[in-house]
């Protein structure tokens, strides 16, 4: 089992910048994936970006440009920095580790951006 506690959420206002933070603990070494996704009010979760194993990495049309996903291995964090921040980005947001025989998910963390 992996544990993932989220970090950094909180109110921004729009053009502002949040970085998230997901620690990881517990069996880490056969994840293939990490990833963010959000989920607004009313709307289902949605893939935000992922990284991959190998250092591959893929964005949301949405958020191409403004964010970016890192990783630190000697904290077994991964990272999400949110630049240009628009209200359109509320929701709270998840990470996510995917591996042989593991699927685990942080438990959120609210992002607000309003003026």
């Known amino acids: 089992q992996v544990q993932l506690v989220e970090s950094g959420g909180g109110s921004v206002q729009p053009g502002g910048s949040l970085r998230l933070s997901c620690a990881a603990s517990g069996n880490i070494f056969n994840i293939y994936s990490m990833a963010w996704y959000r989920q607004a009010p009313g709307k289902e979760r949605e893939l935000v970006t992922i990284?991959?194993?190998?250092?591959?990495?893929n964005y949301a049309d949405a958020v191409k440009g403004r964010f970016t996903i890192s990783g630190d291995n000697a904290k077994n964090t991964i990272y999400l920095q949110m630049n240009s921040l628009k209200p359109e980005d509320t929701a709270v947001y998840y990470c996510n580790f995917r591996g042989v025989g593991i699927d685990s998910w942080g438990q959120g963390t609210q992002v607000t951006v309003s003026s």
């Open positions: 990284i991959m194993s190998g250092g591959s990495t």
